[in-house]
């Protein structure tokens, strides 16, 4: 308009000059779905003539979404965290039962607490410096194959202790173990099958997802309040 004013009437108004940003990120406004810009193609924007319903709708579906994703995101962060602590806490128990057992030999344990260990599941094995085992809790020794390659013994024998968490190849049970270097050079291991920790993980989940759909559900109510 002020050019074609000026071409008529000679240089009488200033031509304004487009300002833009030195920023790139800035160039574009960004989209209701947080993309590189708005359009009305993608669906991404709130219009000028949306009626007040239509703006509350679109910003309260947004509002949820992000929600949800936040929800999503603390639930796996706290499970992660969770099992980090729990399995510190197993391995922590194992070396202190270890410990205790050490004194004494875990052939000469009475009956009555060797079944009162298997039944908190846990097993005692003792295995000589070349690899045979001498003693277990839960299975036949003399039918036991050579442990000197297992990892928590490789470990115990070179510095003392050693921990490892994989599936059993006796019992074909997922289980914790710890193993520590005796005085007379025997490795004694303390193992707990990973059953019962599971179970109390996947309660763990289900209040998790719990709280998580009770939170996103008072979000959803929140909302729609606004």
């Known amino acids: 308009i002020v050019a074609r004013f000026n071409h008529i009437y000679g240089d009488t108004l200033v031509e304004p000059e487009i300002l833009l940003p030195d920023n790139a990120v800035c160039m574009r406004l960004p989209g209701t779905d947080g993309k590189a810009k708005m359009s009305k193609s993608l669906g991404n924007c709130i219009y000028l003539s949306d009626t007040s319903k239509e703006v ?11 929600s949800a994703i936040a929800i999503i995101v603390m639930a796996i962060c706290a499970m ?6 729990l399995k ?16 004494m030999k875990p052939e000469d344990l009475p009956d009555e607490i060797n079944y009162n260990l298997n039944k908190d599941g846990l097993r005692i094995t003792l295995i000589n410096e070349d690899g045979t ?7 036949d020794e003399s ?12 470990s115990a024998l070179a510095a003392g202790e050693g921990r490892a968490m994989r599936k059993s190849t006796t019992s074909t049970k997922h289980t914790f173990y710890y193993a520590m270097r005796t005085d007379d050079g025997k ?3 303390i193992g707990k099958d ?19 759909f009770c939170v996103f559900v008072l979000c959803t109510v929140l909302a729609h309040r606004l």
């Open 56 to 66: 509350k709708k679109k910003i309260n579906s947004k509002f949820m979404l992000i």
């Open 80 to 85: 992660v965290l969770f099992y980090d602590i």
């Open 88 to 103: 510190k806490q197993i391995f922590d128990d194992l070396k202190a039962n270890a410990h205790v057992i050490s004194m």
């Open 133 to 139: 085992v001498i003693y277990d809790s839960m299975e």
């Open 143 to 154: 039918k036991m194959e050579n442990h000197r390659e297992r990892p928590e013994i490789v």
């Open 187 to 189: 490795v004694l291991r």
């Open 194 to 212: 990973s059953n019962s920790i599971y179970s109390l993980i996947i309660k763990m989940v289900y209040l998790t997802l719990s709280v998580g």
